[in-house]
């Protein structure tokens, strides 16, 4: 991705299959912001010059007619700019976000191990016999590869603190809290390498705990797997505690 | 000096106030850390040694701490309220003056407290004035430094609870004859509300910090998961749930007060009545008890059921609709006006503004789908800026300039007042929308260095206008501490009703309890205007009947 210049000051690169519809969701919210403050602004300004010190105040709180107002524009507001975000954020969480019943039962998902510590983001593999926390799983540090257009299914956990896995490029974020799994999924429709955040305060080096999810075409990804896989065999040590961090995986 | 036993609410009122704005310098220069350190990263502050990773986090934690629960609500609550609420109810005294006392001095011991976390081996808190734990507990944050300041926050939290108890009784218990319900001004309503909330959830707040603090001291496990736990471990998600079911009605204990001065001060520099008056109390009572039922869309991303997502994300959106309730009758007074742009006037204007933008930017937070981008962005922090720092602090401002007269018995420079409050109105607004863009763009929060992400890099040109914006606005507070500074030396008397309303801090001048006759804004009402030749009347001042005694009056 090219570096952005100082004025480019939209959301992130949109990576994922799934980013539309939030972004649609987000630019409306962000035009009616603007044209809220302006009209409120301009409704204020326009007061302040015609009602000035000179004018003779009324004396009447207000009319049958003025509490309508009041009613009619509050009301308006909310099915309008409310009711847009109720209805647009309730697809968004019906095809996408929390619905996990679609990838759950499609064989080409991949399945990714996620243990997030202080301060860096481990991964793992289910590697080539399907199952976690065995011999064959790959593991890695801060990096993690994903295919082109097939769904991506992470689980989380923390050792330490409360975390945050964010993918800014692909529109999802959740807290990773100590003594619980958490899910999260996307779909890539672009090749690149992209930045992991964290996005919850977890100490000093909070700032640090920086990751590159680096998405690959279908075919170089399924290579890179076997190849990982019959790597993390051979590479496998039963003594290490330390790298059977993994967990039989859970479902959603 | 008045005798530090002191229980006058007067007396307390003030030093509220000078104890409130100390806080509020000390977090305000926190903030400028901050702001420095994001706009020059890795620069020596000036004077100074460069900020390292720890010493960011804990002046964020510091500056969070500070505003919330050591300026904010002392100044509005305890500094305006105390001061002011007998004052417009027609009371002599608080209902429990002695508890007065103790809250000011419990909050002055919770100072104490936090100043002294500065000198622990390994420095402040430094967990965010959330002190999320496992993070806030040993393991994230060893040390007495982090104990003494979730101490702190216990205590000052018993203070605000001790004072809205105070006020709560105040108002139901104290009001004058004739003072009805309905006859209130609307930060009275406003101040009994937010006491009200004060009362329900900190509670809560206790039950949270309180467990952190058993964690710390004890060695309990409440919170404590994951690999610490051994031998059985809590859930920090409990947590969550009890520290925001108080922190979100908190925000509205903060932001209530500034809704109740807007709506006064609009109607009295208006010269004409509140308009819907009894909406905007139905509104402000509709959010307290809404306020409790909102809470988790703070924990969007934190694996909430999608049912409870999905009931928390349509309340959060319900709960707009009081405010533009309340948005609107303040436009709607103005409308057919007759408007005196005083400095009070300006900084209620200023805060409208700052307030309804800051509004509606917590509308994509309070959806699921919008919020899982923008959480923890600065787009929250340029959100709860615009409300809860903006807005609250133009309310303090014209509260301030409103009441200086009836506090010192002098007068403000008013020039003065409404060149500081245009100024500080705009550059509140061009420093939050810039943090609300560049959440937008993808910068996240509490980062010591931002731009170790790639896809934030290009976003420092940005962060170093909004620091020079920021550095601007604490430069323009000199106006204010000039103007307070030069009122108090030069003691310039002031003539006893100075706006020209009717409430009875201004009009109610002997010993005697008034009677009250109307509501707090009866403005360019025709008979009054008929009789007296004037276009405001005191609560407590009866309109005379016949011709004759309006000559009498007259002569």
Same mark, same amino acid.
Not at chain 1, 62 to 72: F, K, N, P, Q, Y
């Given at each position: 991705m090219s570096p952005r210049g100082p004025l480019e000051l939209g959301l992130p690169f949109d990576a994922s299959t799934h980013g539309a519809l939030v972004d649609a969701l987000l630019a409306e919210n962000e035009r009616f912001d603007f044209l809220l403050l302006g009209l409120m602004v301009a409704l204020i300004a326009f007061?302040?010059?015609?009602?000035?010190?000179?004018?003779?105040?009324?004396?009447? &709180?207000?009319?049958?007619?003025?509490?309508?107002?009041?009613?009619?524009?509050a009301l308006g507001i909310f099915v309008l700019i409310d009711g847009a975000l109720l209805f647009g954020s309730e697809r968004v969480m019906r095809t996408w976000l929390w619905n996990f019943e679609a990838i759950e039962a499609n064989p080409q998902t991949v399945r990714i191990e996620v243990n997030a510590h202080q301060w860096a983001w481990d991964f793992r593999y289910a590697g080539a016999d399907g199952a976690f926390n065995s011999p064959d799983d790959p593991l890695s540090w801060n990096e993690v590869r994903i295919p082109l257009g097939r769904p991506v299914h992470f689980q989380l956990a923390s050792t330490d603190v409360i975390h945050a896995f964010a993918l800014p490029n692909f529109r999802v974020q959740t807290e990773v809290i100590p003594g619980?799994?958490?899910?999260?999924?996307?779909? &890539?429709?672009?090749?690149?390498?992209?930045?992991? &955040?964290?996005?919850?305060?977890?100490? &000093?080096?909070?700032?640090?705990?920086?990751?590159?999810?680096?998405?690959?075409?279908?075919?170089d990804f399924e290579r890179w797997a076997r190849t990982a896989s019959q790597r993390a065999g051979t590479a496998h040590d039963p003594e290490d505690p330390g790298q059977r961090w993994g967990w039989a995986w859970r479902r959603p | 000096m008045r005798g530090l036993g002191s229980t006058d609410h007067k007396v307390l009122a003030r030093r509220y106030l000078w104890t409130g704005l100390f806080m509020l310098t000390f977090g305000g220069l926190l903030a400028m850390v901050l702001r420095w350190q994001l706009a020059y990263p890795g620069r020596p502050l000036p004077g100074g040694a460069a900020l390292t990773p720890h010493g960011y986090t804990g002046v964020f934690t510091l500056h969070g701490l500070t505003m919330v629960f050591f300026a904010i609500s002392p100044l509005l609550l305890g500094a305006i309220g105390t001061f002011v609420t007998p004052l417009l109810i027609g009371a002599r005294e608080m209902a429990f003056p002695k508890l007065t006392r103790l809250s000011y001095w419990i909050y002055v011991a919770a100072i104490a407290l936090l100043f002294s976390s500065l000198f622990a081996r390994f420095g402040t808190g430094t967990a965010g004035w959330t002190s999320y734990p496992p993070l806030s507990t040993g393991l994230g944050t060893p040390g007495w430094g982090q104990t003494a300041v979730s101490l702190a926050v216990l205590v000052v939290a018993l203070s605000s609870l001790l004072g809205?108890?105070?006020?709560?009784?105040?108002?139901?218990?104290?009001?004058a004859p004739g003072m009805h319900w309905m006859r209130l001004p609307l930060t009275? #309503?406003?101040?009994?509300?937010?006491?009200?909330?004060?009362?329900?959830?900190?509670?809560?707040?206790?039950?949270?910090?309180?467990?952190?603090?058993?964690?710390?001291?004890f060695g309990t496990r409440f919170f404590l998961a994951g690999a610490q736990a051994v031998a059985g471990g809590g859930d920090p998600a409990v947590y969550l749930h009890l520290f925001w079911l108080f922190g979100?009605?908190?925000v509205y204990v903060l932001i209530l007060p500034a809704w109740g001065l807007i709506g006064d001060l609009v109607a009295w520099f208006s010269r004409r009545p509140a308009h819907w008056y009894r909406a905007t109390v139905y509104a402000m009572a509709a959010v307290v008890a809404l306020s409790g039922l909102v809470y988790a869309h703070h924990l969007f991303t934190a694996g909430l059921s999608p049912m409870l997502g999905r009931a928390f994300m349509a309340l959060t959106l319900?709960?707009?609709i009081p405010a533009e309730i309340l948005f609107l009758n303040w436009l709607l007074t103005l409308w057919r006006g007759s408007i005196h742009l005083s400095s009070p006037m300006l900084a209620a204007l200023g805060g409208m503004v700052v307030f309804g933008l800051g509004g509606i930017t917590g509308l994509p937070l309070g959806a699921v789908a919008t919020d899982?981008?923008?959480?923890?962005?600065? #787009?929250?922090?340029g959100h709860f800026h615009l409300t809860m720092a903006g807005a609250t602090f133009l309310a303090l401002c014209a509260a301030l300039y409103y009441w200086f007269p009836k506090m010192f018995g002098c007068a403000l420079n008013e020039r003065l007042g409404q060149v500081h409050v245009v100024l500080s109105s705009a550059l509140f607004l061009l420093v939050f929308i810039g943090l609300l863009v560049a959440g937008y763009a993808g910068q996240h929060r509490r980062l010591f260095d931002p731009y170790q992400y790639a896809f934030i890099e290009h976003l420092l040109p940005l962060n170093k206008a909004v620091s020079h914006a920021a550095f601007l606005l604490a430069l323009v507070q000199g106006l204010l501490v000039f103007n307070v500074a030069q009122a108090l030396l030069r003691r310039q008397p002031v003539e006893a009703n100075p706006w020209r309303v009717g409430t009875l801090e201004w009009t109610h001048g002997s010993s005697a309890l008034p009677l009250v006759l109307r509501g707090a804004h009866e403005l360019s009402q025709p008979e009054v205007e008929r009789a007296l030749g004037r276009d405001w009347i005191g609560q407590a001042e009866a309109l005379p009947e016949s011709p004759d005694e309006t000559e009498a009056l007259a002569s």
């Open positions: 007061v302040l010059v015609r009602f000035g010190r000179r004018h003779k105040a009324s004396p009447i &709180a207000e009319t049958r007619r003025s509490r309508m107002l009041v009613v009619a524009v619980r799994i958490q899910h999260v999924w996307i779909e &890539a429709k672009a090749l690149g390498r992209f930045e992991i &955040a964290c996005s919850q305060h977890c100490g &000093a080096s909070h700032y640090k705990m920086r990751g590159v999810l680096e998405v690959m075409a279908p075919d | 809205a108890v105070n006020l709560v009784v105040t108002v139901v218990r104290s009001r009275v #309503w406003s101040l009994f509300f937010a006491s009200i909330l004060l009362v329900l959830f900190t509670p809560s707040l206790f039950a949270a910090t309180g467990m952190v603090l058993s964690d710390r001291i979100h009605p908190e319900i709960i707009s899982v981008v923008l959480h923890d962005t600065l #787009w929250v922090v």
